[in-house]
């Protein structure tokens, strides 16, 4: 370095850089400024995929349908029996025609309203069991995963809630309360978060001793707050992949419950007691309607949460982000 | 590894011993006319106190527990109550596991060949023919509903091929369809997490160590890929093969298959007390005895696994 250049940087070196700066957050903020948005960031990647943004479509207008169906034009009452006025007996087994769109079923009651209003019971079943899973199972998942002398005895309880029948739950509440809908959902609610706490548990347990936790914990950084900020955030894409699966998870138990007699009685229509209706008949081809139509309607509905839980869980892993 | 399997079995007691005794409190909260199902109408006061008697359910709630276990320590699992009245609970059980055990193990032989046959050639063409095959299976299989395509076969596969309805066991070909049912959903979940696994393995380390080395690719799924992912499958796969006993609901009734899948709903809605306990004794057994040999099981594939140590990472 010669002598000019030295001079050159005393010249430069003036007293106000030894100045202490005053904290100012506009300042702050614009060196580490990026209008990178997580949700944001998600719903474009979300977007991005074709089969996702038409079955979200799809299922927006479904939901909308099945909300205003009663309320349209024409439309019959689910339970209502229809009385044929040459025979005036009950309009029986009556295939699809411009009348009935989905035809009758054994005891004439018209399938297309049976069927929208069933769709309304399961979809409200599937999204409240769902919620209530994805709250009280990841609120004890996480607490299971994190806190180390909570361990043992979760762990024992869920051995013994696991392996209690859950049909004698079942079979306890139906006698309690009667067969309705809500006996259903606190039915579902009291056993199904079970599996999602195991599942957030497992996760927790593998990212809770990452370096990033252990220096938080050191700064003194409370658990809850460790859970909240830390942790959580991490599993936001499996998490969102389970709750997605839960809705149709649950439709599908529903069925099944119908399918060994604890369902909901058939003067509440369901997509489930629907299809336990159809298999009844589907020995007979002609009657075979009745069963095919309720089953579309439950596969439309359960691919499209799959696969749309699917794309959204990866969108929400910020790797993918751009 | 010894004395932690004994520590951890003997600990297992515990649990099964709270399970067992939940059950039986709750199957004294229900309420008493699910002893006499239809018949409950027809029968006076008297009558139905002598039939109380007589299935033991007059005797306290303690003194009922007490003899339940002392009986079970003996080996004795009791008589029927309602389903089968004064038929020994073995009985009812050793005449229908074997239905459930043949077509249990059989579908659990074709989805773990077929799954993971399925799950490593879409790890290896991911994203092309094979993968989005697989994947559109997944989806399928795991988002409608079994009792929907279970009909659906047996309505339209039997038409197809001239196959029987139901089941006849003196006739092999009545056998086909409901393994082949029973394994869809099986094939569709080895499949997934077969190929999740082993598209994790393929990216690491060791795999471009082998490569360079100038190993046949062949050889390295097979004997370093594959093995590091079935590893964590190897925990559900002693418990999948001992529930075969437990059978399959859906597909015994359909096909008329006499075992064991259902008895457990049909039982407990009959409220036949000492063939629920049994069963329910039965089935939590092998649930903790199948997530300890899958435990075992892992640490076999993954040396690297220590049972012993305690806390794991912690």
Not at chain 2, 72 to 85: A, C, D, E, K, V
Not at chain 2, 221 to 242: E, T
Request: charged content about 15%.
């Amino acid at each position: 370095m010669g002598k000019g250049a030295v001079n050159k940087l005393t010249e430069v070196i003036s007293n106000d850089l030894f100045q202490f700066a005053e904290y100012n957050e506009a300042e702050a903020k614009r060196g580490g400024y990026s209008n990178y948005s997580y949700w944001r960031s998600t719903w474009q990647v979300f977007i991005q995929n074709k089969v996702a943004v038409f079955l979200l479509t799809l299922m927006a207008l479904l939901l909308i349908f099945t909300m205003i169906q009663p309320y349209l034009p024409n439309q019959k009452v689910p339970t209502e029996i229809h009385i044929n006025p040459d025979t005036k007996l009950p309009l029986s087994n009556n295939p699809p025609d411009s009348e009935f769109l989905f035809g009758t079923n054994s005891i004439g009651q018209d399938l297309w309203s049976r069927i929208w209003s069933g769709a309304r019971t399961s979809l409200l079943i599937g999204l409240i069991v769902g919620v209530w899973e994805a709250v009280i199972g990841i609120t004890i998942g996480a607490m299971w995963g994190y806190i180390p002398w909570l361990d043992r005895p979760i762990t024992e309880i869920y051995n013994v809630i696991n392996n209690i029948p859950k049909t004698i739950i079942l079979v306890l509440m139906t006698y309690i309360m009667k067969p309705s809908l809500y006996t259903m959902i606190i039915a579902m609610g009291l056993t199904s978060w079970i599996d999602m706490a195991r599942f957030v548990r497992n996760l927790t347990v593998i990212i809770r001793d990452r370096e990033y936790n252990l220096a938080s914990k050191c700064l003194g950084t409370p658990t809850k707050r460790i859970i909240t900020k830390n942790l959580l955030p991490y599993l936001v894409s499996v998490i969102m992949l389970s709750i997605a699966l839960s809705i149709p998870q649950t439709i599908g138990y529903e069925v099944f419950l119908t399918y060994i007699g604890l369902g909901l009685p058939v003067s509440i229509p369901s997509l489930g007691n629907l299809i336990n209706e159809g298999r009844l008949l589907m020995m007979a081809p002609t009657q075979r309607y009745q069963l095919i139509f309720p089953s579309i309607i439950i596969s439309i509905i359960t691919i499209s949460f799959y696969m749309m839980g699917n794309v959204f869980s990866d969108a929400a892993d910020p790797k993918n982000h751009v | 590894m010894l004395k932690y399997s004994i520590k951890r079995l003997l600990q297992s007691l515990f649990t099964l011993f709270i399970i067992v005794t939940i059950v039986f409190l709750l199957m004294r909260l229900l309420p008493e006319e699910g002893y006499f199902g239809a018949s409950y109408e027809k029968l006076d006061e008297q009558q139905r106190e002598a039939i109380l008697t007589s299935m033991g359910l007059r005797d306290p709630i303690h003194k009922q527990l007490v003899n339940f276990y002392k009986n079970i320590l003996t080996g004795n699992l009791g008589q029927s109550i309602t389903f089968r009245p004064k038929v020994p609970v073995i009985d009812i059980i050793k005449d229908k596991v074997p239905y459930s055990l043949y077509f249990g193990l059989a579908a659990i032989g074709m989805s773990l060949s077929v799954g993971v046959t399925l799950g490593i050639a879409m790890a290896k063409n991911k994203n092309k023919f094979w993968d989005r095959f697989g994947t559109g299976y997944v989806v399928f299989i795991r988002a409608v509903p079994a009792a929907v395509y279970f009909l659906f076969l047996q309505l339209y596969i039997t038409g197809i091929f001239k196959l029987p309805m139901l089941f006849d066991i003196d006739k092999p070909k009545t056998w086909i369809l409901p393994v082949i049912s029973m394994s869809l959903g099986g094939i569709a979940s080895y499949a997934m997490w077969m190929r999740r696994y082993m598209v994790d393995e393929l990216n690491k380390d060791y795999v471009k160590l082998a490569r360079a080395k100038g190993l046949k690719s062949k050889s390295i799924m097979v004997k370093h890929i594959f093995r590091n992912a079935f590893v964590p499958m190897a925990q559900y796969l002693p418990a999948s093969i001992l529930f075969t006993i437990a059978g399959s609901i859906y597909i015994e009734s359909l096909y008329s298959i006499p075992g064991m899948g259902g008895l457990l709903v049909e039982v407990i809605k009959r409220q036949d007390n000492t063939l629920v306990q049994a069963l329910v004794l039965i089935y939590s057994s092998i649930g903790i005895v199948g997530l300890f040999l899958g435990d075992l099981l892992m640490a076999i594939f993954d040396p690297r696994i220590n049972l012993d140590k305690k806390g794991g990472a912690r």
